[in-house]
T-cell receptor
């Protein structure tokens, strides 16, 4: 997997947008950016992925810079239930099944 | 759909005992995988399968066996449990054969004494 760099922790006020950054400067042209999260004691949960265009689904939005070297996951209206560890992953297409979960960003949503 | 289910939720073993962690999915996914997560650490891939009859090793396969006789089931076997295998085990399945969009089960907490 391409190396990703995320802040260790972030805080966000409930109801506000949470913007989680990720650097992936070594990403290759055919590699996607994936975001997962893990709420305490639960299995990881897929959130969203993208290649070069911005993506949005019912959970979040993903903004990828034009040079693709960084991205931002946006939770538009964070709730207390969004408190979790968020992982930015860039799987290498040849590495079947080998998602590398690093340390991620611990997001604390506060009332 | 029940999604990915795992049994048991919690298990205590003595060193040297064997057991099988069960994993099943009802989404007809070809790709399935097993991860372990130690306290304060990220997930590490143990074994994965891209379809019935096909399995391969991940990062930390030693001490674990898998088989895939059906699309739905992917059991993980510990042949002789060791305290180093105390961990939380997650099973996942994927909509794609590369295993990039994975859906995880609730986990099995294993304590080896």
């Amino acid at each position: 997997d391409a190396k990703t760099t995320q802040p260790t922790s972030m805080d966000c006020a409930e109801g506000r947008a949470a913007n989680l950054p990720c650097n992936h400067s070594t990403i290759s042209g055919n590699e996607y950016v994936y975001w997962y999260r893990q709420i305490h004691s639960q299995g990881p949960q897929y959130i969203i992925h993208g290649l070069k265009n911005n993506e949005t689904n019912e959970m979040a939005s993903l903004i990828i810079t034009e040079d693709r070297k960084s991205s931002t996951l946006i939770l538009p209206h964070a709730t207390l239930r969004d408190t979790a560890v968020y992982y930015c992953i860039v799987p290498r297409p040849s590495n079947t099944g080998k998602l590398i979960f690093g340390q991620g960003t611990t997001l604390q949503v506060k009332p | 759909n029940a999604g990915v289910t795992q049994t048991p939720k919690f298990q205590v073993l003595k060193t040297g005992q064997s057991m099988t962690l069960q994993c099943a999915q009802d989404m007809n996914h070809e790709y399935m995988s097993w991860y372990r997560q130690d306290p304060g650490m990220g997930l590490r891939l143990i074994h994965y399968s891209v379809g019935a009859g096909i399995t391969d090793q991940g990062e930390v396969p030693n001490g674990y066996n898998v088989s895939r006789s059906t699309t739905e089931d992917f059991p993980l076997r510990l042949l002789s449990a060791a305290p180093s295998q105390t961990s939380v085990y997650f099973c996942a399945s994927s909509t794609d054969i590369w295993g990039e969009t994975q859906y995880f089960g609730p986990g099995t907490r294993l304590l080896v004494l």
